[in-house]
């Protein structure tokens, strides 16, 4: 049965290797592939998985990707999108543990990256531009728009942000109940085994974690680094520029300040983390990789075999979560659409979504810089966001061509 997905597989397999700029394009790259030149979902169907994943912890371009699977094929072709998702990412980032000492990292040049940015924004314009038409068709919902935009630039990188005014997008449009009047519905019945596995994980491993740091059990990192591991990806909200620092401040921070206490804690030396916080950055697929790199640094002094555990450990543990969630609260949110509260929130949610994308694409954009004094630098940044944007917009040339269009434009310049 699941030979007939193989194209779909095929598709998700190139989009992990050439999703670069975050997860901030990573929406739009979907908007291209997913959408347009394989209509996998539709405009409206993206968009609504995107905002219900904004409401979730853990990462939200990995559970969008995980229900365009949910939604082809059920749970096994979710497991099977998600795995094929995050695997070269988290493969590179576990590589990296073992060749950091390797590397001079003042020669970490990531001057192929350069155009990565204005690229991504180019990839947001396009997302928000094909979504606008679909979202914004009366004044509520655009006034949403234009306060989602204002709200999300000024206050972008605040983990509770993007929630909340997804939640507020929902309420406003549902203060008006004539247009689509509540049908009565029957109650369905709900699944909650993997609720119940989220929760028994969450709790079972905080209390083993916990008896192996007082009693000091032999080799326990690899329970203290999953256990931690999987706390962060329960609760981080705001994506992997939430999570990094949280990263930073458990291991690199933390050990120190309670080394007198816990001399064996899960340490990880703060430049290492640091470097790895630069590299992420550039490997395409999701951010939470960067939790195979910090599972390897985490146990290299138990060995190689370990320290290749310790990286699986992380990958594992920082999706697993996100997976859990994502597939049970799903089907719940599919029976509340047929109410007509939900239904209208709809509305306020896809608005809210747009302005989102806006303000996120005139941020990347203030952090390219069109002002210094490299006038060829500075003209091809230009022409990159552009020429994303027209080529998406106009032409049936592949989301990943254009990613290996500007890289080779940052390896020439």
Known sequence: MLLRHIPFLK?????SVTASGGPQAHLGMMMKTFVHQRPYVTEEELLEYNAF????PGASSTQTLTLIGYKRGGVILAV??????????CLLMGALSFLLQYI??????????????????????????????????????WIIMIVGTAVTYFLFGQPWVIPALIIAGGVCTNLSRKRIPQVEQKPRKIKWWNFWLFGIIFIAAGIISELARKDEWPNRKPINLFENTYRMGSLVFGGGQVLMPMMYEQWSIRPEAIKEKNPNA?????????????????????????AAFAGGMALKDMGPEMQVIGCFIGMIAIFLPSALLVLFFFPIWNNLKKYAAVYRSLEGINAAVVGIMIASTFYIMKDISFSEFKPVSTTINVIVILGTFLLL???????PLIVLGCLLLGFIF
């Open 53 to 56: 994943c904004q409401l979730l």
């Open 266 to 290: 899960v340490q990880i030396d703060e430049n290492d983390m640091y470097t790895a916080m630069g590299i992420v950055r550039a490997v395409p697929g999701p951010v939470f990789s960067i």
């Open 393 to 399: 917009n106009y032409t049936k040339i592949a989301a």
């Open 11 to 15: 598709a998700v397999l190139l989009h």
């Open 80 to 89: 099977l999108t998600l795995l094929i998702w995050i695997l070269p990412a």
């Open 104 to 141: 001079d990292k003042r020669q970490l040049g990531t001057d192929i990256f350069k155009f990565i940015p204005p690229m991504a924004a180019g990839f947001l314009a396009y997302a928000a531009f094909t979504a606008f038409p679909l979202a914004v068709k009366n004044t509520i919902t």
